[in-house]
């Protein structure tokens, strides 16, 4: 069984940072796209960034050059590092992760993280 287990979440103000982690666990991680979406009150689910197997990356265009994802497939962890935070960063972020590239939604999910960006 597949579990995502998400942390670091928090209360910031503007302009502080977060740094996310998603540890895995029942699966081969370093085969797994792995991820991070938002879901905002009252708003949809929304693509923050992922990473695939070979380290490429994308972004929402909201989160470029303020997010980082990184991965670490020794220690089965995904990381998302935010900088720059702003109140419309206010989200709960769950971490994701899919054997491929293309499926949407991805298969797996964690329970999410709190973030809440004070102004």
């Known amino acids: 069984q597949v579990r995502l287990v998400e942390s670091g979440g928090g209360l910031v103000q503007a302009g502080g940072s977060l740094r996310l982690s998603c540890a895995a666990s029942?699966?081969?991680?370093?085969?797994?796209?792995m991820g991070w979406y938002r879901q905002a009150l009252g708003k949809q689910r929304e693509l923050v960034a992922g990473?695939?197997?070979?380290?490429?990356?994308n972004y929402a265009d909201s989160v470029k050059g303020r997010f980082t994802i990184s991965r670490d497939n020794t220690e089965n962890t995904v990381y998302l590092q935010m900088n720059s935070l702003k109140p419309e960063d206010t989200a709960v972020y769950y971490c994701?992760?899919?054997?491929?590239?293309?499926?949407?939604?991805?298969?797996?999910w964690g329970q999410g993280t709190q973030v809440t960006v004070s102004s």
């Open positions: 994701y992760a899919d054997p491929t590239t293309d499926r949407n939604p991805p298969l797996y």
């Open positions: 029942g699966t081969v991680f370093s085969r797994n796209v």
């Open positions: 990473i695939t197997r070979s380290g490429s990356r």
